[in-house]
């Protein structure tokens, strides 16, 4: 019996969730590294194996986006930062998405595009076409959103023979989270409660899209039409000075937000998503301990919780890398979780 070569993969960007996905990559025989590609100039050069604490994987991180456009790849794991943090002289994630499949690679990202539709025809024909024009597929399998937000209660909704309403909390302690860029940038943490507001807008937009699509998605796989998704936020400030693995956060200084999104039909919530992020959940109190968890309210009542992910960046990453092998076997198009095999860990499993 003659073995299936291995699937030749490119890593794009290697952040906080990068590097988790690159260091399984490279350590799992079912796939081989072909490239990889940096934004930071000090990764340029570099052997991406030694990058992630790993011996040399023999491929050198690049920072030339028409070299990895290049490359004979069969999937391209997709996980930079969003758009907006680069600013407005940078390639937004639909170019680029659209670049890679047109190159005929297929494309698993985590800036979204876990249900494309929400972002209207106009975007949904643009990646249609790169599909068709590189013979490939795409799928969002999200960070946050994702999996959580979207497969996790429909999934649940199997068993219900009535659904009056969905509600999921997630609640995550970033007290470990090493990057800056994510802690302090995006979401605000260490700020004043004055820089905070005038910076969280361009985060505002990019909440709101990524959460209306799981909104949207759970929705429309329930035969139900939302008339708009709603989103508030607020946030809470530090009564004391501490230290988390991405900086100092002072006293008087934003520690804490919580998010809602509701999807709404006449007035009423058909499903809402609260979100809760904290700088360390030990030293703020106010809203829900780290966590998940998954209220159907109808018949009958449901409730699932998961009361600890020990390394949340590790499963957004596994999530992306364990959906390769299906997207790949997947025909060309834009392919959501439902049009893909179940994605487990087979293929992860060590036995000592």
């Known amino acids: 019996m003659s073995l299936s070569p291995p699937l030749r993969v490119v890593q794009w960007a290697t952040g906080a969730v990068g590097r988790y996905s690159l260091r399984s990559v490279i350590t799992r025989p079912e796939f081989e590294l072909v490239g990889v590609l940096v934004y930071d100039p000090d990764k340029v050069g570099r052997d991406a194996g030694l990058l992630v604490g790993l011996p040399e994987a023999g491929v050198l991180c690049t920072d030339d986006v028409e070299e990895v456009l290049a490359l004979e790849a069969d999937c391209v794991l997709h996980m930079p930062l969003p758009t907006f943090y680069f600013g407005g002289g940078h390639p937004n994630d639909v170019e680029t998405i659209c670049a890679l499949l047109a190159s005929g690679k297929n494309v698993i990202t985590t800036t979204g595009f876990v249900y494309p539709k929400c972002y209207g025809p106009t975007v949904v024909d643009r990646l249609e076409a790169a599909c068709?024009?590189?013979?490939?597929?795409?799928?969002?399998?999200?960070?946050?959103?994702?999996?959580?937000?979207?497969?996790?209660?429909?999934?649940?909704?199997?068993?219900?023979?009535?659904?009056?309403?969905?509600?999921?909390?997630?609640?995550?302690?970033?007290?470990?989270?090493?990057?800056?860029?994510?802690?302090?940038?995006?979401?605000?943490?260490?700020?004043?409660?004055?820089?905070?507001?005038?910076?969280?807008?361009?985060?505002?937009?990019?909440?709101?899209?990524?959460?209306?699509?799981?909104?949207?998605?759970?929705?429309?796989?329930?035969?139900?039409?939302?008339?708009?998704?709603?989103?508030?936020?607020?946030?809470?400030l530090a009564s004391e000075e501490f230290e988390i693995a991405a900086g100092l956060?002072?006293?008087?200084?934003?520690?804490?937000?919580?998010?809602?999104?509701?999807?709404?039909?006449?007035?009423?919530?058909?499903?809402?998503?609260?979100?809760?992020?904290?700088?360390?959940?030990?030293?703020?109190?106010?809203?829900?301990?780290?966590?998940?968890?998954?209220?159907?309210?109808?018949?009958?009542?449901?409730?699932?919780?998961?009361?600890?992910?020990?390394?949340?960046?590790?499963?957004?990453?596994?999530?992306?890398?364990?959906?390769?092998?299906?997207?790949?076997?997947?025909?060309?198009?834009?392919?959501?979780?439902?049009?893909?095999?179940?994605?487990?860990?087979?293929?992860?499993?060590?036995?000592?």
């Open 132 to 236: 068709r024009a590189g013979g490939t597929s795409l799928h969002g399998t999200g960070v946050n959103p994702g999996f959580m937000s979207d497969m996790l209660p429909l999934t649940l909704t199997g068993l219900s023979s009535r659904v009056d309403h969905i509600y999921i909390r997630e609640s995550s302690d970033f007290r470990g989270h090493p990057s800056r860029q994510i802690v302090v940038d995006l979401f605000g943490f260490t700020r004043s409660a004055k820089d905070y507001t005038a910076g969280v807008r361009p985060f505002r937009a990019l909440q709101r899209s990524l959460f209306a699509e799981s909104v949207q998605f759970v929705a429309d796989n329930l035969g139900v039409t939302l008339d708009e998704v709603e989103e508030s936020d607020e946030f809470e």
């Open 249 to 352: 956060v002072r006293a008087g200084t934003v520690c804490a937000s919580r998010w809602m999104f509701s999807g709404l039909v006449r007035g009423r919530p058909l499903m809402t998503v609260e979100c809760v992020y904290k700088a360390d959940a030990t030293r703020v109190a106010r809203w829900a301990d780290p966590g998940f968890s998954v209220h159907i309210e109808g018949v009958p009542q449901l409730m699932l919780t998961v009361s600890e992910i020990s390394h949340g960046l590790a499963g957004a990453a596994a999530h992306a890398v364990n959906s390769v092998a299906a997207l790949c076997a997947a025909p060309p198009g834009i392919r959501t979780a439902l049009d893909l095999p179940l994605t487990t860990g087979r293929g992860t499993v060590r036995l000592a």
